[in-house]
């Protein structure tokens, strides 16, 4: 049963984790050198709409997976890096909601107008969250790897 949950909780990581890498190294910067507006923030809109509901399936996998892990060992005896795991992680699915209920609902909205200034201005205002998110991430997977 651990093992399914490790699985899962991995999975989750390793699919929110991936694409926000490939967002903010490969998709974002190829759009920003190839297209020009109104096409791009077409494009970065596309995508998002298709990525956040990964996203959210991550969520509803690393949530309770890792909560069920914490359980199973112990709250009180489970490893330091984990609760700070757990804490990032909650911070993270925090700002998540924050950009897709806030700019990235904006951008859809002015994108329903076709007003592409405003739905750049929102994707802009993305952009610095989802490298705060990636951070976070990475700082998580470190604390539960070194913080025993």
């Known amino acids: 049963m651990t093992a399914l949950l490790v699985l899962a909780h991995l999975v989750g990581a390793i699919v929110w984790m991936g694409g926000m890498g490939f967002v903010l ?11 020009q507006p109104p096409t791009r923030p077409q494009f970065v809109l ?9 996203v959210w399936l991550s969520i509803a996998l690393i949530l309770p997976s890792g909560l069920a892990i914490l359980g199973a060992a112990g709250f009180a005896r489970a490893p330091v890096g984990w609760h700070v795991m757990f804490g990032i992680g909650l911070v993270m699915m ?35 969250l989802v490298l705060l998110n990636f951070t976070l991430g990475w700082i998580a997977i470190a604390a539960a790897m070194l913080w025993r």
């Open 25 to 35: 190294a490969a998709m974002r910067p190829a759009a920003f050198a190839v297209l």
């Open 46 to 54: 596309a995508a998002l709409g298709r990525f956040f509901p990964l």
């Open 94 to 128: 925090a700002v998540f909601a924050w950009i897709d209920f806030g700019p990235y609902r904006r951008a859809r909205t002015a994108a329903a107008r076709q007003d592409w200034k405003v739905v750049a201005a929102a994707l802009e205002r993305i952009h610095p």
